[in-house]
């Protein structure tokens, strides 16, 4: 679908970085375009069902693949018979719902309620959402643009909005890899 030029539609961020391919931009090339509906009535509901299933991620300040690695490092390291990591693994976890702000989950819900070209914004596709993710994370512009929009998207972030910046998720970052065993995706 073209979103350019469609009255449906606004135009949220335009890349300085990438292409819409998510190439690195030459001269020339089409820039990567985020856009939103005008009216927010006309999302499709599969939207709305995303936002629901990560605002209950941010809620609990984690994502099912996470929890899947911290409880396989956990069963790891009973069966290693670890139980100084596995103490270090729960404390991640209550860490993890005592403080869910995470930057994935604030931008990763602005990417629901926006389109790049050739994304059908009448499906919510988890693919889309964490292709655009990346790019955003790769683009510190566009990290700056849609940190706060996803922060006033997701509900337990907007009621400490004031309390979140980038250094508390800096923070909040190192803390967790001091309570991991080498663990890859920390979230």
């Known amino acids: 679908m073209k979103y350019k ?78 139980i100084a990591d596995v103490a270090i693994l729960a404390n991640n976890l209550k860490y993890r719902t005592k403080y869910p702000v995470d930057e994935h989950a604030i931008l990763r819900m602005a990417m629901i309620y926006t389109f790049v070209e050739n994304e059908n914004p009448d499906k919510c596709e988890n693919h889309w959402t964490e292709w655009k993710l990346k790019k955003v994370l790769d683009e510190p512009e566009a990290y700056s643009f849609f940190l706060p929009i996803g922060m006033e998207l997701t509900p337990v972030y907007n009621e400490s909005l004031q309390e979140i910046s980038e250094s508390s998720l800096s923070q909040r970052q190192m803390m967790l890899q001091t309570m991991s065993l080498n663990m890859s995706e920390q979230k």
């Open 5 to 82: 030029d469609n009255p449906e539609f606004k135009l949220e961020f335009e890349s300085k970085m990438f292409d819409v391919t998510g190439n690195a931009l030459v001269e020339g090339a089409e820039p990567l375009r985020y856009y939103s509906y005008v009216n927010i009535a006309n999302y499709h509901m599969s939207r709305y069902i995303a936002a629901n299933a990560q605002n209950q991620y941010s809620a609990a300040g984690i994502t099912p693949e996470v929890i899947n690695a911290i409880c396989d490092k956990m069963i790891q390291s009973v069966n290693d018979k670890k």
